[in-house]
């Protein structure tokens, strides 16, 4: 839409109040059409940029997974193994516990303790 309202020369103000979008979007789309690219361009440029933005999904060394493998075959939960601190682990509690529910570890191993 916008690169349609562009080659009509409709300002950018009235561009960002049709879409009901602020103005510095609608200029950053401008800019870059103005460069020659067209608004298929500018998306496939957007779609790639997200693709990289977000969250890494956090992966335990080999050490530090046989350190919690051990540890969770003597008894231990997630809390005790981050919160005694014997040996640094890279990721939080909370992690910890959802490298068991995703399947990184045996949820099968975990003590049950607690409610």
Partial sequence: MIEAYYHQNISVAIIAE??????????NVINFLKQGHSAIDYYKRYKENKRRCGRREISLPKKEQEYVKEKVSLGWTPDVIIGRAEQPISCSMRTLYRR?????FDRTTLPM???
């Fill in 113 to 115: 303790k607690g409610k």
């Fill in 100 to 104: 068991f529910e995703d399947g990184y």
């Fill in 18 to 27: 049709r879409l009901k979008r602020s103005r510095q979007p609608i200029y």
